[in-house]
Nanobody
Framework: VRLVEIGGGTVQAGDSLRLSCVAYELTFKYYAMGWFRQAPGKEREFVAAIDWADASTSYSDSVKGRFTISRDNDKNTADLEMTNLKPEDTAVYYC??????????????WGQGTQVTVSS
C-alpha cells in the first residue's frame, strides 16, 4: 500500500489550497480516508476524515466550515479542499487509510506528507 499526497505549497492568509491523496495497491472503496497535520514542535493532530460506507465526514473544530474532505472511489483519491487559510494551518499534512473511520489515527497506512505554509 502506498499513499501519496499532492498539492502542498506556500500561500497567503485567506487563500485556498487543495490537497490530494492518491492510494496505490489498496482496495480503496473499503477504506476510510483521513487527513492529519503536524506543525513544528507539536503533535500530529486530526483534521478530517471520510468514511467508506456512506461518505460521511468529520472535522476538527479548528477547520470546520473552512475545509472539505471528499473522495473519488474511481480515481482512488481523497481530497482536502482548504479555504480561508490561516497562518496556524501551517503544517505538514498527511493522509491515512484505515478500515474503521473511528480509529483512523491508528492506521498503519500513511503518506509521506506535504508541506502547507500560510504566510500572514
Amino acid at each position: 500500500v502506498r499513499l501519496v499526497e499532492i498539492g502542498g505549497g506556500t500561500v497567503q492568509a485567506g487563500d485556498s489550497l487543495r490537497l490530494s491523496c492518491v492510494a496505490y495497491e489498496l482496495t480503496f472503496k473499503y477504506y476510510a480516508m483521513g487527513w492529519f497535520r503536524q506543525a513544528p514542535g507539536k503533535e500530529r493532530e486530526f483534521v478530517a476524515a471520510i468514511d467508506w460506507a456512506d461518505a460521511s465526514t468529520s472535522y476538527s473544530d479548528s477547520v470546520k466550515g473552512r475545509f472539505t474532505i471528499s473522495r473519488d472511489n474511481d480515481k482512488n483519491t481523497a481530497d482536502l479542499e482548504m479555504t480561508n487559510l490561516k497562518p496556524e494551518d501551517t503544517a505538514v499534512y498527511y493522509c491515512a487509510a484505515h478500515k474503521a473511520v473511528d480509529t483512523i489515527a491508528q492506521s498503519r497506512f500513511w503518506g509521506q506528507g506535504t508541506q502547507v505554509t500560510v504566510s500572514s
